[in-house]
């Protein structure tokens, strides 16, 4: 069973601040995703990472794909209040028809 | 219109209603998909549907029922639903993966679905 484990569960931090989160897994993945989910609304997708090491910068955003491709981090530089929400990390399903989820990260940026 | 479009965006429904989510994707994807998201779980997929045809059902109570009548509409007709059936219900759609690549979806705002 391919699991995603996301952590932290929450993350509530002021204006300014860096901070790193984390989506781990026992399995290997050809690529793996980065989604971001706003309040009342679906998940929009933000990276796509596919080599093992490959660093992908999304402006203030830095995503890192495990030299194995089992896990990945998002560090983000200087969050703001737009940061906040809940962000997601997903992959396909061993079906290859579909991805899957982790639970996410629910973030909250304070000014 | 773009992207991914789902109606209505609220429904409260009671246990003995029948009512159907509706979902449309102007983006020429071939694939679409039903989640459900619920509280402190993780987003659980429902049904995928691969150029109109369902090519996966993740052990989905009968209760729900999804259609795909053409590449751009997808539905999911609700019946007799339980509580603990109250929910997000997101629709997204993709290009279909191929050559192990695998495409971004575009997710809808969801419905809220509430039963009492």
């Known amino acids: 069973t391919q699991l995603l484990e996301q952590s932290p569960q929450f993350l509530s931090i002021q204006e300014g601040e860096n901070l790193t989160v984390y989506c781990n897994s026992s399995?290997?993945?050809?690529?793996l995703q980065w989604y971001r989910q706003e309040p009342g609304e679906g998940p929009v997708l933000l990276v796509t990472?596919?080599?093992?090491?490959e660093v992908k910068k999304l402006k203030r955003l830095t995503f890192q794909f495990g030299d194995a491709r089992k896990d990945s981090s998002l560090h983000i530089t200087a969050a703001q209040p737009g940061d906040t929400g809940l962000y997601l990390c997903?992959?396909?399903?061993?079906?290859?028809?579909?991805?899957?989820f982790g639970k996410g990260t629910t973030l909250s940026v304070s000014s | 219109e773009t992207g991914v479009t789902q109606t209505p965006r609220h429904l409260v429904m009671g246990m003995t209603n029948k009512k159907s989510l509706k979902c449309e994707q102007h983006?020429?994807?071939?694939?679409m998909y039903w989640y459900k998201q619920s509280a402190k779980k993780p987003l659980e997929l429902m049904f995928v549907?691969?150029?109109?045809?369902?090519?996966e059902n993740n052990s989905v109570p009968s209760r729900f029922s999804p259609e795909c009548p053409n590449s751009s509409h997808l539905f999911l007709h609700l019946h007799t639903l339980q509580p603990e059936d109250s929910a997000l219900y997101l629709c997204?759609?993709?290009?279909?993966?191929?050559?192990?690549?695998?495409?971004?979806?575009?997710f809808g705002s969801g419905t809220r679905l509430t039963v009492v």
């Open positions: 997204a759609s993709s290009q279909e993966r191929t050559g192990g690549f695998n495409y971004g979806y575009t």
């Open positions: 399995s290997v993945f050809s690529s």
């Open positions: 990472v596919v080599t093992g090491g």
């Open positions: 549907y691969s150029l109109e045809e369902r090519v």
């Open positions: 997903a992959v396909v399903n061993q079906a290859g028809t579909a991805l899957i």
């Open positions: 983006l020429g994807h071939n694939a």
